[in-house]
């Protein structure tokens, strides 16, 4: 079992946190194609063995290549946007290094990191820009997440190839109730139209129909 980071903004992380959101589709990016053939036929179709996948048509298209992203079991710690602070003692004017209180901008949920409870590395150091506001979630150390997720399923497919109960499974619809309409007013049997409109939102392209890293998961104690 491994674990690595993945980023995800303000409303995935409320869809995570609501039950709403247990699918995620991320583009994948250097697929090994063979010399050739055509990335772009329609009838190519991807199958895997032992966590490795080929796309193939008539014959196939890629060697093997793996999800990035991990496999079933393995885990994956969210970065959000978040805000650092010391806590400070007996109204002193120190901080306690080993106290930093954590909020979450996707709610405003504050978590206190104490060194009894969740310790803080002697090695972190409060960034200056902590001072000014929001940290962008790249910068999230795994020590300040609250949400980790296991991999339950990986699958490659092209991004419109999505189905409705994997589009509400994307946390699309309640993305669409946060919306203005007419996004806002989708409602059951338009839950292709709002991933659609989720998707290109985040600054992907629908259109392009990109071949995507579909991944299923559930959210466990962090």
């Not at 999230?140 to 109960?165: F, G, H, K, N, T």
């Given at each position: 079992m491994r674990e690595q980071p993945i980023l995800f903004n303000g409303p995935m992380v409320r869809a995570i946190l609501a039950g709403q959101k247990t699918q995620t589709r991320r583009t994948i990016k250097g697929i090994p194609w063979r010399p050739g053939c055509n990335p772009d036929f329609s009838q190519a179709c991807a199958f895997s063995n032992a966590g490795e996948f080929r796309i193939a048509g008539s014959q196939e298209m890629t060697t093997g290549f793996r999800?990035?992203?991990?496999?079933?079991?393995?885990?994956?710690?969210?970065r959000e946007t978040w805000r650092p602070q010391t806590v400070h003692s007996c109204a002193m004017d120190a901080c306690d290094c080993d106290s930093v209180g954590v909020t979450f901008a996707a709610d405003g949920e504050w978590v206190l990191h104490t060194w009894s409870q969740n310790p803080v590395p002697d090695t972190w150091c409060l960034p200056d820009a902590a001072a000014r506001g929001n940290l962008p979630s790249i910068h999230m150390p795994r020590w300040a997440c609250r949400l980790l997720l296991e991999i339950a399923d990986v699958r490659v497919e092209r991004l419109q190839a999505i189905s409705p109960a994997d589009a509400l499974a994307e946390g699309a619809m309640g993305w669409a109730r946060e919306q203005t309409s007419p996004i806002r007013d989708l409602d059951t049997g338009d839950e292709r139209i709002a991933f659609r409109a989720l998707w290109d939102s985040a600054g992907g392209d629908w259109n392009s129909n990109p071949w995507v890293w579909a991944i299923t998961f559930k959210r466990i104690d962090a």
């Amino acid at each position: 079992m491994r674990e690595q980071p993945i980023l995800f903004n303000g409303p995935m992380v409320r869809a995570i946190l609501a039950g709403q959101k247990t699918q995620t589709r991320r583009t994948i990016k250097g697929i090994p194609w063979r010399p050739g053939c055509n990335p772009d036929f329609s009838q190519a179709c991807a199958f895997s063995n032992a966590g490795e996948f080929r796309i193939a048509g008539s014959q196939e298209m890629t060697t093997g290549f793996r999800c990035p992203y991990g496999q079933p079991g393995d885990r994956l710690w969210v970065r959000e946007t978040w805000r650092p602070q010391t806590v400070h003692s007996c109204a002193m004017d120190a901080c306690d290094c080993d106290s930093v209180g954590v909020t979450f901008a996707a709610d405003g949920e504050w978590v206190l990191h104490t060194w009894s409870q969740n310790p803080v590395p002697d090695t972190w150091c409060l960034p200056d820009a902590a001072a000014r506001g929001n940290l962008p979630s790249i910068h999230m150390p795994r020590w300040a997440c609250r949400l980790l997720l296991e991999i339950a399923d990986v699958r490659v497919e092209r991004l419109q190839a999505i189905s409705p109960a994997d589009a509400l499974a994307e946390g699309a619809m309640g993305w669409a109730r946060e919306q203005t309409s007419p996004i806002r007013d989708l409602d059951t049997g338009d839950e292709r139209i709002a991933f659609r409109a989720l998707w290109d939102s985040a600054g992907g392209d629908w259109n392009s129909n990109p071949w995507v890293w579909a991944i299923t998961f559930k959210r466990i104690d962090a």
